[in-house]
Nanobody
Framework: QLQLVESGGGLVQPGGSLRLSCAAS????????IGWFRQAPGKEREGVSCIGSSDGSTYYADSVKGRFTISRDNAKNTVYLHMNSLKPEDTAGYYC????????????????WGQGTQVTVSS
């Protein structure tokens, strides 16, 4: 059964950086679109960034554009979310998700989800 495992979260000061990883246990990983979502307590889940399966197309939420970069290494079945210039409002649980289809920011269209990794931005 396909599994997704996130890592790389932690506590960082405002302005700092983190790199989140999402590792998939699926040898045909490169056929899937991957999305990163986040959810803070009391807030709705937000689509942060997504990357397509074949053409490398990407999507970024306006709130992270210019600060976050998504990338994938199909040889390692891993997608990364590089987060720079972190702000306290980036604090949330971050989840990666996978779908067999084209890129979309709609969380309801993703079929598999990881358990999440916590990112806390605080001084």
């Amino acid at each position: 059964q396909l599994q997704l495992v996130e890592s790389g979260g932690g506590l960082v000061q405002p302005g700092g950086s983190l790199r989140l990883s999402c590792a998939a246990s699926e040898f045909t990983f490169d056929y899937y679109a991957i999305g990163w979502f986040r959810q803070a307590p009391g807030k709705e889940r937000e689509g942060v960034s997504c990357i397509g399966s074949s053409d490398g197309s990407t999507y970024y939420a306006d709130s992270v554009k210019g600060r976050f970069t998504i990338s994938r290494d199909n040889a390692k079945n891993t997608v990364y979310l590089h987060m720079n210039s972190l702000k306290p409002e980036d604090t949330a649980g971050y989840y990666c998700a996978l779908r067999d289809g084209s890129l979309t920011r709609n969380a309801l269209e993703y079929h598999y989800w990881g358990q999440g990794t916590q990112v806390t931005v605080s001084s």
